[in-house]
């Protein structure tokens, strides 16, 4: 089992910038992609932006040129940051991850618990 564990939500004014951490943890697991959605009020959840394991990333429309997602592959964490922050990126930020465990074959989708970003106008 895969544990992921968000950080670095919180309230900010609109221009401002929040940095989201999600840290995964766990016995002998190997993580192909990870990625953080994001589910406003009302809203589905929507994807945000991802990273292979490779390091090719991808950002929604909404978000390109304001986010950008990083990994340290060595500590098995993914980042968030996000400049220029407006009010309708008010959400619930969820951090996702691709692994498996070592004797497995097939990737799994694992999720955090969330933290929330609340930016004000």
């Known amino acids: 089992q895969v544990q992921l564990v968000e950080s670095g939500g919180g309230l900010v004014q609109a221009g401002g910038s929040l940095r989201l951490s999600c840290a995964a943890s766990?016995?002998?697991?190997?993580?192909?992609?990870m990625g953080w959605y994001r589910q406003g009020p009302g809203k589905q959840r929507e994807l945000v932006a991802t990273?292979?394991?490779?390091?090719?990333?991808t950002y929604s429309d909404s978000v390109k040129g304001r986010f950008t997602i990083s990994t340290n592959n060595a500590k098995n964490e993914v980042y968030l940051q996000m400049n220029g922050l407006k009010p309708e990126d008010t959400a619930v930020y969820y951090c996702?991850?691709?692994?498996?465990?070592?004797?497995?074959?097939?990737?799994?989708?694992?999720w955090g618990q969330g933290t929330l970003v609340t930016v004000s106008s």
């Open positions: 766990g016995s002998n697991f190997i993580i192909n992609d």
């Open positions: 996702n991850a691709q692994a498996r465990r070592l004797a497995a074959v097939r990737y799994l989708e694992y």
């Open positions: 990273v292979t394991s490779a390091g090719t990333t």
